[in-house]
């Protein structure tokens, strides 16, 4: 199999997993598109970086819960960089508290922006990928999710959706040479786990946090044409937390 | 941009659709989609490729009682006049 020209989407990307991600598959020869929803400056920043670096890259602001968006920002990356081969659905929110105080908005914009978000790109990618008999699909999920953790009801069922989301897709495509993969990572050091890590090192069996290239390496792995076998699978990222 | 949809033109890329996704047997407009071994995962991609010649979309619910590759045909170009 050889990997065909085009570029990849990476939801989410101004800053955290998600810039990592962009930095590492430019890095990879991989056209980026790097998305966000309000940080404009922290998108044009990766932007600037990847290309001061050689790469091909345009930033794209979408809110990805708004399919019309979605179809937006992939017209825009067919026009400027390519068919869409790679997916990273990375785009992610939290919004704690615990279940009985959790108001509807706060479910309902975490359910939104960290699993629908996931369907409605995903749907949008495939129907190319399917032509070109190629594609790569990987979704940013989370150790919390599979496992419980008290005051993110939303976090956790929107990750353990993303999980489900993976493996059903990964099914339904897997013969026309599309992997569908995510990656779960543990307590990275990102703005969204800022000031709830610092005390948690201790439990962490490699004991300290991750770092968002480190998240970055295992999904330039998935994307990778030797990751062609590997589909409908959760690549954990933790420093043996969840072990 | 997109191609006119007439029958000829619609019945020439729905049986090069066929033939490019692996289609089992004989194309012909009388051949059932099941004879042909065209799950529904290859309608997915068959509708793709309509869509990408003809601009015609067909969803989920249009193309489930579709049976013979002629019933494709006719849909698409009632779709598309």
């Keep these: 199999m050889t990997v065909p020209d085009g570029s990849a989407i990476v939801t989410g990307s101004a800053r955290g997993i998600g810039a990592a991600i962009a930095s590492s598959l430019a890095a990879a020869g991989w056209p980026v598109v790097v998305n966000y929803r309000g940080d404009a400056e922290g998108a044009a920043a990766v932007a600037e970086a990847i290309a001061g670096n050689g790469g091909r890259v345009v930033a794209v602001g979408a809110d990805v819960t708004e399919p019309a968006q979605v179809d937006r920002m992939f017209k825009r990356a067919e026009q400027e960089l390519g068919p869409v081969m790679v997916l990273v659905n990375n785009a992610g929110m939290r919004a704690d508290g615990l279940a009985p105080q959790l108001s509807a908005d706060d479910w309902q914009s975490v359910i939104d922006t960290n699993l629908s978000a996931a369907f409605h790109t ?29 005051g993110q009801s939303n976090y956790a069922a929107s990750k353990a959706g993303l999980i489900g989301l993976t493996k059903t897709v990964a099914v339904e495509v897997a013969r026309r040479g599309i992997t569908v993969n995510a990656v779960a990572p543990g307590l990275v050091a990102t703005k969204l786990t800022e000031g709830i890590g610092d005390g948690l090192a201790e439990a962490i069996p490699a004991r300290r946090l991750g770092t968002p290239e480190e998240v970055a390496a295992c999904v330039r792995f998935l994307v990778s044409e030797e990751a062609a076998y590997v589909t409908g699978s959760v690549l954990t990222v933790d420093g043996g937390l969840s072990a | 941009m997109a191609t006119q949809v007439t029958n000829e033109a619609v019945e020439k890329v729905i049986f090069d659709g066929l033939v490019e996704i692996g289609a089992e047997g004989e194309v012909t407009r009388e051949a059932t989609l099941e004879s042909l071994d065209v799950d529904s995962l290859d309608l997915v991609e068959l509708s793709q490729i309509i869509e990408d010649e003809f601009a015609v979309e067909l969803d989920a619910d249009a193309v489930k009682d579709v049976k013979t590759v002629g019933d494709v045909i006719d849909l698409v170009v009632a779709r598309g006049a």
Excluded at chain 1, 122 to 145: Q, W, Y
């Design chain 1, 122 to 150: 995903t749907r949008r990618a495939l129907r190319p990928m399917l032509r070109a008999r190629f594609g790569r699909i990987v979704n940013v999920a989370s150790i919390i999710g599979p496992r419980a953790n008290a």
